[in-house]
Structure formats: structure tokens, C-alpha cells
């Protein structure tokens, strides 16, 4: 999928603007491994606001991709701890992820919820807890097995004055125009 700021016809509305459906995953999956990809990864970033466990699509995706495609595949998009209010039941990041390495996932890729892991380290002075969705997963299915996926937020400035609001958690990056 790609995302459009805009509506235009043939578009699905959403909250961030049109989504225009460029095929189907496992069709794409399959020319992208065919054509010497050697990893494939489905990240679903918008849709899993709720019932994480029983993504259905994306559990299908997994099990028809994996019947085919012989390359490790990573999924990615709510793999943390949530509650499923309508049941009264809570799942851990680690239950969460056993059901997609049950559908046929090699690997999990983690983003918001290896935010907050860096954050809770950080303010722990570097003591793991063993409770983050990274650690717990890893353990059940070793390290290679987690991805973390980094969206980073960029500031452009043309000199370092110009960003006042930093912490010292921020890391200024400049830039050698020459090149």
C-alpha cells in the first residue's frame, strides 16, 4: 500500500489520507522472493488498534506466503502486551508474537513498544527487567527472532541555534553541504 495525503477516486479514506492497494501481499511477496529478495517483511502499521491476536489477514498472509516463499519472514505492527476489553482477557507481546511465529513468521519487528524498553533502561540507569517484549520474546525464540524498527524524527536546521527545545537525549547531526 501506499499512503496519499489526499482523497482522490479509487482511494480508501482513512484517518491519515487514501490508501491505493498496489496487489496482494502474498502475490508481491512471492515476485519480490522470485526476483532474489532474501527477506521479506510485512509490516501492518495501521490497523492493529485493537484484537492484535486475531489479525486475521495478516495471519493468513503469513501462512500462504510461508507455503511458498522460502526466506525468512519478519511481520511487524502491534507486537506489545494489550487488553481485549470485549473479553476481559489481557495477551503479552510474547503471546502476540508466538501467534504469528505460529503462522509462519521467522521474525518480529517491534517499534513503539522498544521505544518505551529504551526509555524504562535509561531510566532504570541501564538495568534490564527482563519484561520488555523484547527480552521475553527473545528468550522463547532467541534474538534473531526480534527486530526492532526505527522511525526517526528528523529536525532540519541550518545551524544549531535554531534548536532551542532539544534535551540531552537528542543527537545533533550536522551536515557537510559540500557533498
Known amino acids: 500500500d501506499v499512503r496519499e495525503n489526499e482523497r482522490r477516486e479509487g482511494l480508501s479514506s482513512g484517518a491519515r489520507g487514501g490508501v491505493r492497494n498496489l496487489g496482494k501481499p502474498v502475490s508481491l511477496a512471492k515476485r519480490y522472493y522470485d526476483e532474489g529478495a532474501d527477506e521479506i517483511a510485512f509490516l501492518n502499521i495501521t490497523s492493529f488498534r485493537q484484537g492484535v491476536i486475531d489479525d486475521l489477514p495478516m495471519l493468513q498472509v503469513l501462512e500462504e506466503s510461508s507455503k511458498s516463499i522460502f526466506v525468512p519472514l519478519t511481520v511487524g505492527g502491534g507486537i506489545r502486551s494489550y487488553e481485549d476489553k470485549e473479553r476481559g482477557v489481557t495477551y503479552s507481546a510474547l503471546e502476540v508474537a508466538s501467534r504469528y511465529f505460529r503462522a509462519g513468521a521467522d521474525k518480529v519487528s517491534i517499534g513503539s513498544d522498544a521505544v518505551y524498553a529504551a526509555e524504562n533502561y535509561l531510566k532504570s540507569g541501564g538495568t534490564k527487567t527482563g519484561t520488555t517484549s523484547i527480552e521475553?520474546?527473545?528468550?522463547?525464540?532467541?534474538?534473531?527472532?526480534?527486530?526492532?524498527?526505527?522511525?526517526?524524527?528528523?529536525?532540519?536546521?541550518?545551524?544549531?541555534?535554531?534548536?532551542?527545545?532539544?534535551?540531552?537525549?537528542?543527537?545533533?547531526?550536522?551536515?557537510?553541504?559540500?557533498?
Open 136 to 179: 521475553t520474546i527473545s528468550q522463547v525464540y532467541g534474538v534473531q527472532a526480534v527486530v526492532i524498527s526505527i522511525d526517526p524524527k528528523r529536525v532540519y536546521a541550518k545551524t544549531k541555534d535554531e534548536i532551542s527545545n532539544l534535551n540531552k537525549n537528542h543527537v545533533i547531526v550536522e551536515l557537510d553541504e559540500t557533498t
